[in-house]
């Protein structure tokens, strides 16, 4: 119930089994306040209008909703992308496939892939980090480019388009190719914590490895000779991903942890 003077310290006690900080966050947010104004203003009376907003938001962190949707944003890279619905939640693994990506290559004018952008957050990232290199990205997901596009408001060197994976790109045209794609299986039990997300963006067939595959696969020919592909993949298929990349032709495989030591990223060169 809304009392018509709440301070914000019983705003904030209203919270139910999430934590201190998320419900910081979405009063931040509503109020247009940083999180240490609201520790320093535990005191202060929120007017009912903020209040509505607030408990509204609130009930649905309490209902399972990700912070991410309710905030609007993500921070990836020490970057905040804007998410939605139509978006995967870039993750901090996914970090760790930029991180690789940025020590294969220096500053100078290389062609890079970002395939199935997502929000856009490996996309634009490589482009913010390395000023000389010039970003393609695509999705198939109309939605999703529309949110990757006002992510990029201000980066210069990415270019967007809808695409099927490797379709429409010329070949032997490309450096670095970089792919997050969906890779969990449909009756994998993480999809249940999952329910927010698109599930185009997270399910493959043939448990898990179709679309692993069709990367795979379609990206030989649109690599230079001696160019990169990067993947992540899920925790349990670092085997099946090495030989897949083996099988296709690929050489110098290296397979990486991510930050919690889980298999989770590939790197190989095509000749
Ligand atoms: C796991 S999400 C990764 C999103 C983003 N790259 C990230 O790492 O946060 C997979 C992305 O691939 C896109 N996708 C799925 N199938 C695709 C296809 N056939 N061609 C291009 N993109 C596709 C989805 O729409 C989704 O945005």
Same mark, same amino acid.
């Given at each position: 119930m809304i009392k018509s003077m709440s301070t914000v310290?019983?705003?904030?006690?209203?919270?139910?089994?999430?934590?201190?900080l998320d419900s910081q966050l979405i009063l931040g947010s509503v109020l247009g306040c940083s999180r240490t104004w609201i520790i320093a203003h535990h005191n202060d009376?929120? +007017?009912?209008?903020?209040?509505?907003? &607030?408990?509204? $938001?609130?009930?649905?962190?309490?209902?399972?909703?990700?912070?991410? /949707?309710?905030?609007? /944003?993500?921070? &990836?890279?020490?970057?905040? &992308?804007?998410?939605?619905?139509n978006t995967l939640i870039p993750r901090p693994e996914t970090e760790c496939m930029v991180e690789i990506a940025l020590e294969q290559l220096p500053n100078t004018p290389t062609t890079v892939l970002d395939l199935g952008t997502g929000c856009g957050a490996i996309g634009i990232t490589l482009a913010t980090e390395r000023g000389n290199w010039h970003i393609i990205a695509n999705d198939i997901s109309g939605s999703a480019l $529309?949110?990757?596009?006002? !992510?990029? @408001? !201000?980066?210069?060197?990415?270019? @967007? &388009?809808?695409?099927?994976? +490797?379709?429409?790109?010329?070949?032997?045209?490309?450096?670095?190719?970089? +792919?997050n794609p969906p890779y969990i299986e449909r009756n994998?039990?993480?999809?249940?914590?999952?329910? /927010?997300?698109?599930?185009?963006?997270?399910?493959?067939?043939?448990?898990?490895?179709?679309?692993?595959?069709?990367v795979i696969k379609e990206s030989r020919s649109l690599l230079v000779k001696d160019g990169l592909?990067?993947?992540?993949?899920?925790y349990l298929q670092r085997d099946k991903v090495y030989q897949l990349l083996h099988n296709h032709g690929y050489i110098n495989i290296e397979m990486f942890d991510d930050l919690s030591g889980k298999p989770r990223i590939a790197l190989a060169r095509f000749r």
């Open positions: 310290h019983e705003l904030l006690s209203k919270a139910d089994n999430i934590s201190l009376v929120v +007017c009912e209008k903020i209040q509505k907003n &607030f408990l509204s $938001k609130l009930k649905r962190r309490m209902g399972g909703e990700p912070i991410a /949707y309710i905030l609007g /944003y993500r921070e &990836f890279w020490s970057q905040n &992308f804007l998410v939605d619905r $529309k949110v990757a596009q006002r !992510n990029a @408001f !201000n980066t210069k060197n990415i270019a @967007f &388009f809808r695409g099927n994976w +490797c379709e429409a790109i010329r070949p032997g045209s490309i450096n670095l190719i970089v +792919c994998d039990n993480h999809l249940n914590h999952l329910e /927010y997300e698109p599930l185009s963006a997270l399910v493959s067939p043939d448990r898990g490895l179709y679309d692993l595959r069709q592909l990067i993947l992540e993949h899920g």
